[in-house]
């Protein structure tokens, strides 16, 4: 009996708390205005930096991407950084750059790789745009995405913006696919209530003031840009992540489990970091809310899963227990529902990324 509780306590809150957190969000921000002046004709001067290791495939069609762009030329600076690729993506750049002269591109080639944060701080040297960018090479903008961003930074109470992404070119889009529907609600309605500790490379913008404050992007962390737009948050500025910005990223058809692995990783390092940092700030009730959910969610909850199941594990095969033996054929039989099997995927995820976070933190991952 104290061990059938016991387990559909734990699931209860399990698959309780996250349903409860987006359902609340959804009713009371999703919906509502923005309180921030936006101004579509703010122009900024803009440095996008695009971090590069080993983009050969990708790096011309980004560079394409960006040239596209419907943002003045004179306007736009572009810093290709690049931690020592050995498969020619700085040649091609090179190449690149000189046949298109009217752009104003710097390439900078670091000789070691230690990673994609420190390659950022050390292309932020060179910055001249009040705001910064950085943009991925796996991920493309539609062709007004920079000026669809940048018009947010007419309001000074806005630190950071960043995009919601829609997964293309891989078999396993699916999956990636549901699990952003919705995670998309939440990073929205997040940032309509104050900010949303979750940011996405592809396109990240921040105002250079800020992340010179800060010290540039941090180096014994993964999440660089998640933990930036926080930190960010933290100072009173809104970070926030607009509902009609997306970019389309490729979800890799090799290695998809290892990198949302690594992703959960580097969620796990950022949110356990953030609660230590949120203790020294007078934070935004709001923003205190969402940081404490969202510490919960990625790295407490899925342990709570676990348990659970160990717990009708030993119930059944101990104790003989008919009630947990339903439980748990139910529990499996509800794996034929796509949304919950998207869950219990993502919580596998997070509990091998925390495991595997104990050896490395995968600040230089392989690609
Ligand atoms: P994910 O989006 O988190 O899965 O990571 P990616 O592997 O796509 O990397 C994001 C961006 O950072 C890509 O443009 C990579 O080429 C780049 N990148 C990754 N590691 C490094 C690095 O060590 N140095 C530099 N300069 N760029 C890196
Ligand atoms: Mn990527």
Redesign the pocket.
């Known amino acids: 009996m104290i061990l059938e509780v016991a387990a559909l306590t734990l699931a209860g809150t399990h698959f309780g708390v996250p349903l409860l957190y987006y359902y609340y969000l959804k009713s009371r921000y999703l919906n509502k205005p923005w309180s921030i002046k936006v101004d579509e004709n703010y122009k900024p001067k803009v440095t996008v930096i695009?971090?590069?290791?080993?983009?050969a495939e990708l790096i011309q069609g980004k560079l394409r991407n960006l040239y596209a762009q419907e943002y003045p030329k004179d306007l736009m600076e572009i810093i290709v950084?690049?931690?020592g690729s050995t498969d020619g993506t700085a040649e091609l750049v090179e190449g690149w750059a000189s046949k298109h002269k009217g752009v104003n591109l710097k390439l900078i080639r670091?000789a070691e790789?230690?990673?994609?944060a420190?390659?950022?701080n050390h292309a932020l040297k060179y910055a001249i745009g009040e705001v910064v960018v950085t943009a991925?090479?796996?991920a493309l903008w539609p062709n007004r995405a920079l000026a669809e961003a940048l018009k947010w930074f007419a309001d000074p109470t806005v630190g950071a913006v960043s995009c919601l992404k829609k997964p293309i070119g891989s078999k396993i889009r699916g999956v990636e696919e549901d699990y952003r529907r919705y995670y998309n609600v939440l990073r929205v309605a997040e940032s309509k209530a104050y900010a949303t500790p979750i940011f996405h490379?592809?396109l990240a913008v921040f105002r250079r003031s800020l992340l010179e404050l800060l010290g540039g992007f941090p180096t014994d962390i993964g999440a660089d840009d998640s933990h930036t737009a926080t930190r960010i948050a933290l100072l009173g500025y809104r970070a926030i992540v607009p509902e009609d910005l997306w970019v389309e990223?490729f979800v890799p058809n090799e290695g998809y489990f290892l990198?949302r692995a690594?992703?959960a990783q580097?969620l796990i390092q950022h949110f356990v970091k953030t609660i230590k940092e949120a203790r020294k700030h007078k934070v935004a009730k709001e923003f205190r809310k969402i940081i404490a959910v969202e510490f919960f969610l990625h790295v407490v909850n899925p342990w709570l899963l676990l348990t659970s199941i160990l717990i009708l594990v030993v119930s059944i095969v101990v104790f003989s227990l008919l009630f947990a033996a339903f439980v748990m054929i139910l529990g499996l039989a509800l794996l034929n529902l796509k949304h919950y099997r998207t869950w219990i995927a993502q919580q596998l995820f997070l509990i091998v990324a925390a495991l595997r976070n104990l050896k490395s933190k995968e600040i230089?991952?392989s690609?």
């Open positions: 695009v971090p590069t290791y080993m983009e950084i690049d931690s670091e790789r230690r990673g994609k420190y390659a950022l991925d090479v796996d490379g592809e990223e990198w690594r992703r580097h230089a991952w690609k």
